[in-house]
């Protein structure tokens, strides 16, 4: 597979990763490797180039002249978002703009959610209208108008993404093992429903549909729609030496931030454009038993 942006350019041209420090990021960073021949993938992370920092971004752009961007960096907890709708508004749509203003002649691949819909229908195609319930989401509806309105731009919408992160605490997966380590009692709804995947299944993804170069919206997500309490139990069987205390309950109980009930979405548009099925988690899981999850 060549990716086309690295055709017939110099050894300097490089494809930038924002939030290689996150779970996504951090996994297109490692799944790029087989490309690092014929350019280079960099793997920004906060520390390293803070993406609100405009001028600063800028200038860094221009000195490295990237060939595509696949920006996943954000402000993704929800809570925080509700909290802080001003940082989440800077870093989520404000960065996102700028970036995209930057790569307006190269490939640009943002990242956005299944939340920006209302979760009242489920599998939800490219074309269902969106209602987004919570600051994140409504950050995320804004920044993928933005995006769109470049015809040579991509928006991605993914679910729950699960693995290994950097800092062991970003994956659905990985919240859920350090809460069963803490010895808490995990409350799982039953009515709460979404399509999570593995990460470097994302990050495989992503590059494929990066090398097609066939931009527009696509959603990306696991094959298998699955409840909060169902990831659970498959997680529980997946780490059996860990005391799995969870107790099911109802998204009719919850007082918080709006949470969508049924955000599962159908992923047939960018499954034509791949060379492998998605995997539903259940299938992934039991397909493989070694790989660290």
């Known amino acids: 597979m060549a990716l086309d942006f690295f055709a017939s350019s110099s050894e300097r041209a490089c494809v930038w990763v924002t939030g290689a420090g996150g779970l996504i990021g ?4 490692r799944a790029a490797a087989p490309f690092s021949a014929r350019g280079r993938v960099h793997g920004l992370t906060r520390a390293e180039l803070d993406l609100t920092d405009f001028a600063v971004v800028r200038g860094v752009f221009h000195r490295e002249q990237p060939r595509c961007i696949v920006h ?20 989520n749509v404000e960065a996102t703009a700028l970036l995209a203003e930057l790569a307006a002649d190269i490939p640009f691949i943002f990242f956005s ?20 319930l919570s600051v994140y989401a409504e950050t995320k509806v804004e920044a993928e108008k933005i995006v769109m309105s470049n015809p040579r731009h991509t928006v991605v919408r993914t679910s729950l993404n699960g693995g290994l992160s950097p800092a062991g605490n970003r ?29 470097l299944v994302t990050a495989r ?9 066939q931009p527009g919206l696509y959603h990306l997500a696991g094959s298998q729609r ?31 931030a709006p949470r969508p009930a049924d955000c599962s979405l159908n992923c047939a ?3 034509r454009r791949l060379s492998f099925p998605l995997p539903g988690l259940a299938d992934w899981l039991a397909a493989n038993p070694e790989e660290p999850f």
Request: glycine share 6%.
């Open 26 to 29: 951090h996994q297109l960073a």
């Open 72 to 91: 996943c960096a954000a402000l993704s907890r929800s809570p925080v978002c509700q909290n802080q709708p001003a940082l989440a508004r800077k870093i």
């Open 113 to 132: 959610s299944d939340l920006v819909f209302d979760g009242r229908q489920g599998n939800y195609d490219e074309s269902a209208p969106v209602n987004p």
């Open 171 to 199: 994956a659905f997966n990985e919240e859920l093992r350090l809460a069963w380590q803490q010895g808490q009692t995990v409350r799982l709804f039953t009515d709460e429903f979404r399509c999570p995947i593995p990460a």
């Open 205 to 213: 993804a992503i590059w494929e549909l990066a090398a097609v170069n």
């Open 226 to 256: 699955l409840s909060r309490w169902e990831i659970g139990q498959l997680l529980a069987a997946r780490w059996p030496d860990l005391p799995a205390r969870m107790e099911a309950g109802s998204l009719r109980e919850y007082c918080g």
């Open 269 to 271: 548009k960018i499954q």
